[in-house]
């Protein structure tokens, strides 16, 4: 019995991906599945026999990879997102003509908010264009949270803020990205990318902030093939024993290095300044200062990522140096974020950086006077539309911290309960 104990693997009974590791397409899915902490086995085409094997039970072939072989039995060839959360299971339409309050993002604040309307008997359904957490989601351990003395990872977090937040009655629909937003009525009317709509009597917006993109050659080119954003946990297995850069001197770039120094033969963190001081907490700067094979490389740059179908090097350059060519097997860039506002512009007024104003700062704009029509002052969360609110890192003044964005989402509830009782 101890000998087929120590032998015996049982057959894998999750989702199966078989892809190309260099694929765009593939990592996307990868980044996908984790987000929505889906176990599944991923198959490299090009190195794992069994991958061949089982394509071969399929009635596809190489150039249709890659292929996603759900527990079900259904098989399908290059899905896009949506195609595959179907697969899945997970929620892609609203079951509702009407709800209570929509929230627009399932971050930390999203999902707090879900959480106290659905708990709080509103009708609450919350839309996300990508995979429950947003940014937190990324994070490989977030350790300053309350009440998780031993940190836990951003994808877990969220997970468990999404079970909590269904078990409690919200819809969680996803991935779905609200393009358009406009006042008929007294109702809210929400525009999904693929022309739904939906309307709601409030509206809660906790559409955080998106990666910013760096430009140097090659970088667009090799994105999702060896060039990264965020993306450590997904990638970071690909990455056993080769060197690995970082561009990035926040927190963010700082939990990476940790998790991907227990892969990658090298970490190497660029940043432009002399230190990581001024940029990220103590007990990450710490962390990495023990870490022998992280090494920091200050007052530099990235100049070009290079490579064929995938990234091979990086050239980077160190102040008053020549550029020079190092081998790299991936590049994870984290250079800060920019809010994800664009699409509501027009109607919510936002600060020279687009954070949405609210409460206060909405009062102390110049622009008040001519956009805000009601007697009263607005909520504290509230944006220049009346039941329009904002939460998180999205609204001006936010703190950036998982902790800030949770209290802002619950207490964005409050502002909706009082709203509808006008
Ligand atoms: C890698 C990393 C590590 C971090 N670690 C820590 C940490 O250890 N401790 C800490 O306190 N903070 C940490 N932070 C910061 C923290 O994660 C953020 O402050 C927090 O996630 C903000 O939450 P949010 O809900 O406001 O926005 P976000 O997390 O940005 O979420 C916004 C969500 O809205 C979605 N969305 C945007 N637009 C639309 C749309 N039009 N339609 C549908 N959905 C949309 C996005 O896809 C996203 O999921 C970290 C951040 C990063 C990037």
């Known amino acids: 019995l101890a000998s087929w104990q120590?032998?015996?693997?049982?057959?894998?009974?999750g989702v199966r991906l078989i892809g190309f590791q260099w694929s765009p397409l593939s990592h996307e899915l990868k980044d996908f599945l984790s987000g929505y902490m889906v176990g599944y086995q991923w198959l490299d085409f090009e190195k794992d026999a069994e991958a061949a094997k089982l394509l071969a039970t399929t009635?596809?072939?190489?150039?249709?990879?890659?292929?996603?072989?759900?527990?079900?039995?259904?098989?399908?060839?290059r899905p896009d997102k949506l195609d595959l959360a179907r697969h899945l299971g997970i929620q892609v339409a609203a079951k509702q003509e009407l709800y209570d309050v929509v929230v627009i993002g399932a971050g930390p604040a999203g999902l707090a908010a879900a959480v106290y309307g659905a708990s709080e008997g509103l009708k609450t359904l919350i839309i996300e264009r990508q995979t429950p957490g947003g940014?937190?989601?990324?994070?490989?351990?977030?350790?300053?949270?309350?009440?998780?003395?031993t940190g836990l990872s951003g994808a877990e977090l969220a997970h468990r803020a999404w079970t909590q937040a269904t078990r409690l009655g919200a819809e969680f629909m996803a991935p779905q990205e609200v393009v358009d937003l406009c006042v008929k009525d007294g109702y809210k009317v929400l525009t999904l990318s693929d022309k739904t709509e939906i309307k709601a009597r409030a509206v809660v917006l906790t559409t955080g902030v998106s990666y910013r993109v760096l430009t140097a050659p090659g970088l667009d080119r090799l994105s999702g093939a060896g060039v990264y954003y965020g993306a450590a946990r997904t990638e970071a297995r690909s990455c056993s024993n080769q060197p690995v850069y970082i561009i990035g001197g926040g927190n963010s770039a700082g939990q990476a290095a940790m998790y991907l120094?227990?892969?990658?033969?090298?970490?190497?963190?660029?940043?432009?300044?002399?230190?990581?001081?001024?940029s990220m907490s103590a007990y990450l700067i710490e962390q990495i200062s023990q870490t022998p094979t992280i090494e920091l490389l200050p007052h530099t740059q990235v100049r070009e990522a290079c490579g064929g179908n995938s990234l091979e090097a990086v050239v980077i350059q160190r102040d008053g140096q020549e550029p020079a060519k190092h081998p790299a097997r991936?590049?994870?860039?984290?250079?800060?974020?920019?809010?994800?506002?664009?699409?509501?512009?027009?109607?919510?007024?936002?600060?020279a950086k687009g954070y949405l104003l609210t409460g206060r700062d909405l009062v102390a704009d110049p622009r008040y006077g001519t956009s805000w029509k009601k007697e009263r002052e607005p909520y504290l969360l509230e944006t220049c539309v009346p039941g329009l609110f904002a939460a998180g890192d999205g609204r001006a003044g936010a703190m950036a911290r998982v902790a800030s964005a949770v209290g802002e989402g619950s207490m964005a509830i409050k502002f909706v309960h009082q709203y509808l009782d006008e």
């Open 261 to 278: 120094s227990t892969y990658a033969s090298r970490v190497f963190i660029v940043i432009r300044g002399e230190s990581l001081a001024a």
């Open 135 to 149: 940014q937190a989601g990324s994070s490989s351990r977030i350790e300053n949270y309350l009440g998780f003395p």
């Open 330 to 351: 991936a590049l994870f860039i984290f250079i800060g974020a920019k809010p994800s506002t664009e699409w509501i512009g027009h109607l919510a007024l936002c600060d």
């Open 59 to 77: 009635e596809y072939g190489p150039d249709d990879l890659p292929v996603v072989i759900c527990p079900d039995g259904q098989v399908a060839s």
């Open 6 to 13: 120590a032998t015996y693997r049982p057959a894998f009974a």
